[in-house]
Protein backbone atom coordinates (compact mmCIF):
# COMPACT_ATOMS: atom_id res chain seq x y z
CA UNK A 1 0.00 0.00 0.00
CA UNK A 2 1.32 3.32 -0.80
CA UNK A 3 1.50 5.56 2.57
CA UNK A 4 0.97 9.59 2.27
CA UNK A 5 2.80 11.63 4.76
CA UNK A 6 1.45 15.13 5.66
CA UNK A 7 3.36 17.94 7.51
CA UNK A 8 3.16 19.80 9.33
CA UNK A 9 0.17 18.58 11.24
CA UNK A 10 -0.82 21.81 12.36
CA UNK A 11 0.19 25.30 10.73
CA UNK A 12 -0.50 28.91 12.32
CA UNK A 13 -0.26 32.03 10.03
CA UNK A 14 -0.83 35.24 9.87
CA UNK A 15 -3.60 36.88 7.53
CA UNK A 16 -1.88 37.82 3.91
CA UNK A 17 0.97 34.93 4.67
CA UNK A 18 2.17 32.34 2.36
CA UNK A 19 2.02 29.02 3.83
CA UNK A 20 2.98 25.49 2.14
CA UNK A 21 1.68 21.98 2.66
CA UNK A 22 3.80 19.04 1.61
CA UNK A 23 2.96 15.73 1.30
CA UNK A 24 5.48 12.75 0.83
CA UNK A 25 4.44 9.34 -1.19
CA UNK A 26 6.29 6.59 -0.10
CA UNK A 27 6.58 5.25 -3.61
CA UNK A 28 6.50 7.17 -6.90
CA UNK A 29 2.69 8.05 -7.75
CA UNK A 30 3.88 10.58 -10.29
CA UNK A 31 1.12 13.13 -10.63
CA UNK A 32 -1.95 11.25 -9.24
CA UNK A 33 -2.22 13.80 -6.59
CA UNK A 34 -5.03 15.28 -5.23
CA UNK A 35 -5.76 18.34 -2.45
CA UNK A 36 -8.83 19.26 -0.69
CA UNK A 37 -10.04 21.59 2.26
CA UNK A 38 -12.50 20.49 4.89
CA UNK A 39 -14.12 22.82 7.59
CA UNK A 40 -15.55 21.67 10.52
CA UNK A 41 -18.38 19.69 10.02
CA UNK A 42 -19.01 20.16 6.14
CA UNK A 43 -17.56 17.45 3.52
CA UNK A 44 -14.25 17.89 1.89
CA UNK A 45 -14.09 20.12 -1.10
CA UNK A 46 -11.71 19.17 -3.76
CA UNK A 47 -8.60 22.10 -4.77
CA UNK A 48 -6.18 20.82 -7.24
CA UNK A 49 -5.97 17.44 -9.02
CA UNK A 50 -3.57 15.91 -10.91
CA UNK A 51 -0.85 17.49 -9.08
CA UNK A 52 -1.38 21.37 -10.10
CA UNK A 53 -4.45 21.72 -11.69
CA UNK A 54 -7.08 23.96 -9.92
CA UNK A 55 -10.62 23.06 -9.41
CA UNK A 56 -12.64 25.35 -11.01
CA UNK A 57 -14.31 27.92 -9.11
CA UNK A 58 -11.19 27.60 -6.47
CA UNK A 59 -9.58 30.89 -5.95
CA UNK A 60 -6.28 31.68 -7.99
CA UNK A 61 -4.34 31.82 -4.16
CA UNK A 62 -4.07 27.80 -3.80
CA UNK A 63 -1.82 26.29 -6.45
CA UNK A 64 -0.23 22.48 -5.80
CA UNK A 65 3.15 21.64 -7.39
CA UNK A 66 5.30 17.96 -6.95
CA UNK A 67 5.47 14.92 -9.02
CA UNK A 68 6.61 11.41 -8.13
CA UNK A 69 7.20 11.40 -4.61
CA UNK A 70 7.05 14.83 -3.36
CA UNK A 71 3.75 17.59 -3.86
CA UNK A 72 3.13 20.97 -2.06
CA UNK A 73 0.00 22.78 -1.86
CA UNK A 74 0.57 26.66 -1.15
CA UNK A 75 -2.01 29.17 -0.19
CA UNK A 76 -0.56 33.17 -1.34
CA UNK A 77 -1.64 35.45 0.59
CA UNK A 78 -3.97 33.34 4.04
CA UNK A 79 -7.36 34.54 4.33
CA UNK A 80 -9.84 33.72 7.78
CA UNK A 81 -12.03 31.91 5.35
CA UNK A 82 -8.71 29.37 4.37
CA UNK A 83 -8.91 27.96 8.23
CA UNK A 84 -9.77 24.22 8.03
CA UNK A 85 -8.13 21.10 7.49
CA UNK A 86 -6.46 19.82 4.18
CA UNK A 87 -5.54 16.80 2.90
CA UNK A 88 -3.79 14.98 0.11
CA UNK A 89 -5.16 12.23 -1.61
CA UNK A 90 -2.68 9.83 -3.65
CA UNK A 91 -4.54 8.08 -6.83
CA UNK A 92 -1.95 6.29 -8.93
CA UNK A 93 -2.58 2.91 -6.92
CA UNK A 94 -6.01 2.89 -5.22
CA UNK A 95 -6.58 5.44 -3.29
CA UNK A 96 -4.77 6.84 0.37
CA UNK A 97 -5.26 10.35 2.41
CA UNK A 98 -2.89 12.01 3.80
CA UNK A 99 -3.16 12.47 7.54
CA UNK A 100 -4.28 15.91 7.36
CA UNK A 101 -3.03 19.95 8.23
CA UNK A 102 -4.98 21.62 10.10
CA UNK A 103 -4.36 25.45 9.03
CA UNK A 104 -5.06 28.17 12.10
CA UNK A 105 -4.95 31.71 11.84
CA UNK A 106 -2.37 33.64 14.26
CA UNK B 1 -25.72 20.91 -11.41
CA UNK B 2 -24.38 17.43 -9.47
CA UNK B 3 -25.90 16.18 -5.96
CA UNK B 4 -25.25 13.24 -3.48
CA UNK B 5 -26.73 12.30 -1.03
CA UNK B 6 -26.06 9.18 1.82
CA UNK B 7 -28.87 7.49 3.59
CA UNK B 8 -29.16 4.36 5.99
CA UNK B 9 -28.75 3.57 9.91
CA UNK B 10 -26.87 5.76 12.20
CA UNK B 11 -26.24 2.95 14.67
CA UNK B 12 -25.42 -0.79 13.95
CA UNK B 13 -24.48 -3.28 16.46
CA UNK B 14 -20.99 -4.64 16.46
CA UNK B 15 -21.32 -8.05 14.18
CA UNK B 16 -24.03 -6.58 12.48
CA UNK B 17 -24.36 -5.49 8.42
CA UNK B 18 -24.01 -2.04 7.66
CA UNK B 19 -25.95 -1.49 4.20
CA UNK B 20 -25.63 2.66 2.74
CA UNK B 21 -27.30 4.33 -0.29
CA UNK B 22 -26.03 6.83 -2.13
CA UNK B 23 -28.67 8.82 -4.18
CA UNK B 24 -27.57 11.42 -6.57
CA UNK B 25 -28.32 13.74 -9.67
CA UNK B 26 -26.79 15.82 -12.33
CA UNK B 27 -25.07 12.90 -13.97
CA UNK B 28 -25.86 8.93 -15.32
CA UNK B 29 -23.48 5.84 -13.96
CA UNK B 30 -24.04 4.41 -17.07
CA UNK B 31 -22.12 7.45 -18.99
CA UNK B 32 -18.55 6.77 -20.28
CA UNK B 33 -15.84 8.36 -17.13
CA UNK B 34 -18.69 8.28 -14.36
CA UNK B 35 -17.76 6.81 -11.26
CA UNK B 36 -18.84 7.10 -7.43
CA UNK B 37 -16.69 6.08 -4.31
CA UNK B 38 -17.32 6.05 -0.69
CA UNK B 39 -15.06 7.30 1.90
CA UNK B 40 -15.49 7.54 5.78
CA UNK B 41 -13.86 9.21 8.93
CA UNK B 42 -13.96 8.27 12.30
CA UNK B 43 -14.59 11.27 14.89
CA UNK B 44 -11.29 13.88 14.78
CA UNK B 45 -9.49 11.10 12.36
CA UNK B 46 -8.37 11.59 9.01
CA UNK B 47 -10.20 10.37 5.59
CA UNK B 48 -10.15 6.72 4.57
CA UNK B 49 -10.85 5.75 1.06
CA UNK B 50 -13.21 2.68 0.87
CA UNK B 51 -14.57 1.70 -2.99
CA UNK B 52 -15.24 3.05 -6.37
CA UNK B 53 -17.56 1.58 -8.56
CA UNK B 54 -17.48 2.72 -12.32
CA UNK B 55 -19.58 3.55 -15.44
CA UNK B 56 -18.92 0.16 -16.90
CA UNK B 57 -19.27 -1.81 -13.61
CA UNK B 58 -15.71 -1.55 -12.50
CA UNK B 59 -15.47 -1.77 -8.74
CA UNK B 60 -12.04 -1.33 -6.71
CA UNK B 61 -11.40 -1.74 -3.05
CA UNK B 62 -9.36 -0.98 -0.03
CA UNK B 63 -7.02 -3.39 -0.07
CA UNK B 64 -7.66 -3.42 3.80
CA UNK B 65 -11.48 -3.89 4.02
CA UNK B 66 -11.54 -5.66 0.48
CA UNK B 67 -13.39 -8.59 2.36
CA UNK B 68 -15.94 -6.84 3.86
CA UNK B 69 -17.24 -4.27 1.36
CA UNK B 70 -19.61 -4.94 -1.56
CA UNK B 71 -20.28 -2.16 -4.35
CA UNK B 72 -23.31 -1.83 -6.20
CA UNK B 73 -24.70 0.68 -8.44
CA UNK B 74 -28.72 0.43 -9.94
CA UNK B 75 -28.34 3.34 -12.81
CA UNK B 76 -32.44 2.96 -13.60
CA UNK B 77 -32.68 4.74 -9.66
CA UNK B 78 -29.30 6.60 -9.74
CA UNK B 79 -28.17 4.93 -6.64
CA UNK B 80 -25.34 3.18 -5.42
CA UNK B 81 -25.27 0.90 -2.41
CA UNK B 82 -22.30 -0.05 -0.29
CA UNK B 83 -22.12 -2.36 2.70
CA UNK B 84 -19.59 -3.18 5.18
CA UNK B 85 -20.04 -6.82 6.82
CA UNK B 86 -19.13 -7.25 10.35
CA UNK B 87 -19.21 -3.74 11.68
CA UNK B 88 -17.11 -3.34 14.69
CA UNK B 89 -17.02 0.42 17.20
CA UNK B 90 -13.92 1.31 15.46
CA UNK B 91 -15.87 1.07 11.69
CA UNK B 92 -17.69 4.30 13.84
CA UNK B 93 -17.36 7.36 11.49
CA UNK B 94 -18.86 9.72 8.95
CA UNK B 95 -19.64 8.17 5.66
CA UNK B 96 -19.18 9.94 2.75
CA UNK B 97 -20.40 9.29 -1.65
CA UNK B 98 -18.41 11.19 -4.09
CA UNK B 99 -18.57 11.72 -7.45
CA UNK B 100 -15.22 10.33 -9.31
CA UNK B 101 -14.37 11.24 -12.12
CA UNK B 102 -10.94 9.26 -12.16
CA UNK B 103 -10.33 8.25 -9.04
CA UNK B 104 -10.52 11.64 -7.30
CA UNK B 105 -13.24 13.26 -6.00
CA UNK B 106 -14.95 16.49 -7.17
CA UNK B 107 -18.30 16.29 -5.44
CA UNK B 108 -19.39 15.24 -2.15
CA UNK B 109 -22.16 14.24 -0.36
CA UNK B 110 -22.85 15.94 3.18
CA UNK B 111 -22.11 13.08 5.16
CA UNK B 112 -24.06 10.19 7.10
CA UNK B 113 -22.38 9.31 11.06
CA UNK B 114 -22.64 5.48 11.44
CA UNK B 115 -22.00 4.63 15.00
CA UNK B 116 -21.42 1.52 15.99
CA UNK B 117 -22.63 0.09 19.40
CA UNK B 118 -24.31 -2.68 21.35
Redesign the interface.
Known sequence: ?IQMTQFPSTLSASVGDTITITCRASQSIGP?L?W?Q?KPG?????LI??ASNL?IGVPSRFSGSGSGTQFTLTISSLQPDDVATY?C?Q?DS???????TKVEIK | QITLKESGPTLVKPTQTLTLTCDFSGFSLSSSGEGVGWIRQPPGKALEWLALIYWDDDRRYSPSLRSRLTVTKDTSKNQVVLTMTNMDPVDTATYYCAHSPYWHFDLWGRGTLVTVSS
Do not use: H, I, V
Open positions: DWAYQKAPKLFKEYQYFSTFGGG
